[in-house]
């Protein structure tokens, strides 16, 4: 039973910085790719981050054109865990930010619970 906890979030003033984590347990993390997905109030769930399974390296990355140069996704293989490194912070960056997981041959997902993500003054 795949399980991914996300833990990180809460409330930042507009230009900080907050690191949300994602760890991930009964599946063989290496055979997932991941995602970070956000959804704002009265919005669709749209996709930040991805990133390839990371196997030979540290995985191919993707960036939605709203977050490319302030939002860094990485994952650690050896402790089932991706990040999502949230830097200059805006108000429109707030949001319910949900943990994806999607294995790399059957394209099945999985979902956190999601962290909110308060970007306010």
């Known amino acids: 039973q795949v399980q991914l906890v996300e833990s990180g979030g809460g409330l930042v003033q507009p230009g900080g910085s907050l690191r949300l984590s994602c760890a991930a347990s009964?599946?063989?993390?290496?055979?997932?790719?991941m995602g970070w997905y956000r959804q704002a109030p009265g919005k669709q769930r749209e996709l930040v981050a991805s990133?390839?399974?990371?196997?030979?390296?540290?995985?191919?990355?993707n960036y939605a054109d709203s977050v490319k140069g302030r939002f860094t996704i990485s994952r650690d293989n050896a402790k089932n865990t991706v990040y999502l490194q949230m830097d200059s912070l805006k108000p429109e960056d707030t949001a319910v930010y949900y943990c994806?997981?999607?294995?790399?041959?059957?394209?099945?997902?999985?979902w956190g619970q999601g962290t909110q993500v308060t970007v306010s003054s």
């Open positions: 994806n997981a999607r294995h790399y041959i059957t394209n099945s997902a999985s």
């Open positions: 009964g599946i063989i993390f290496s055979n997932y790719m």
């Open positions: 990133i390839t399974r990371g196997i030979a390296s540290g995985g191919r990355t």
